[in-house]
């Protein structure tokens, strides 16, 4: 158990629909890092948040958002969703900003668009 | 561009046998590396890291990787392989970018362990 929790476990929606995954770190970690897995485009890094303030952005589509909240938990939401964002999305948390800061990654949120 | 590769996507092994998984990474500088493993429906752990000092680090569960700056490698080694080692392997880059760090996965290796 890495101590990064995510809800719910597992998804299903329709297309054009929008949903919130949850994601709460590990206690005394601040930095939550969102990534989406896919059979096709593999582990790819969607945004990073820092004690609430975004920090990083990676291949995070516009109709994707993020926010964390002052309490640490970070949502991602995803909007006008299409068949192709079916996939597996995981929260990551580490203590800083650093590139050795090791991350602690959540079960995933598994997210299938019909 | 800045890349994490790692050229076998399947490896077959016995179980007892040895294991090596490759991993190359594309960058100016030495990046901080990684190795992941993710069982079936599991989330990613990390197995071992390298920053500096000594190339040949240690990791968890019997596993250990080394570093070789000239062939831009950290590739991934267990003398004998269990039937639990079965996953998905990733390796991974922490590279600077904005005066920030972003993590670059390769594509993955899925290990198959045979009785």
């Known amino acids: 158990d890495s101590g990064v929790t995510q809800t719910p476990k597992h998804l299903i929606t329709a297309t054009g629909q929008r949903v919130t995954l949850r994601c709460s770190p590990r206690?005394?970690?601040?930095?939550v890092y969102w990534y989406q897995q896919s059979l096709d485009q593999g582990l790819q890094f969607l945004i990073q948040?820092?004690?609430?303030?975004?920090?990083a952005k990676g291949n995070i589509l516009e109709r994707f958002s993020a926010q964390q909240f002052p309490d640490l938990h970070s949502e991602l939401n995803l909007s006008s969703l299409e068949l192709g964002d079916s996939a597996l999305y995981f929260c990551?948390?580490?203590?800083?900003?650093?590139?050795?800061?090791?991350?602690?990654f959540g079960p995933g949120t598994r997210l299938t668009v019909l | 561009a800045q890349s994490v590769t790692q050229p076998d996507i399947h490896i077959t092994v016995s179980e007892g046998a040895s294991l090596e998984l490759r991993c190359n990474y594309s960058?100016?500088?030495?990046?901080?590396l990684f190795w992941y493993v993710q069982s079936p429906g599991q989330g990613l752990q990390l197995l071992l890291k390298?920053?500096?000092?000594?190339?040949l680090v240690q990791g968890i569960k019997g596993f250990e990787a080394e570093f070789k700056r000239s062939q831009s490698s950290f590739n991934l080694r267990k003398p004998s392989v269990h039937w639990s080692d079965a996953a998905e392997y990733f390796c991974?880059?922490?590279?600077?970018?904005?005066?920030?760090?972003?993590?670059?996965f390769g594509t993955g290796t899925r290990l198959k362990v045979l009785a």
């Open positions: 206690s005394g970690d601040l930095s």
């Open positions: 948040y820092y004690n609430g303030e975004e920090r």
């Open positions: 991974a880059v922490g590279r600077r970018t904005s005066g920030t760090y972003k993590y670059i």
């Open positions: 390298y920053f500096s000092g000594d190339t």
């Open positions: 960058y100016g500088a030495t990046p901080y």
């Open positions: 990551a948390s580490s203590v800083g900003t650093l590139g050795n800061n090791e991350q602690f």
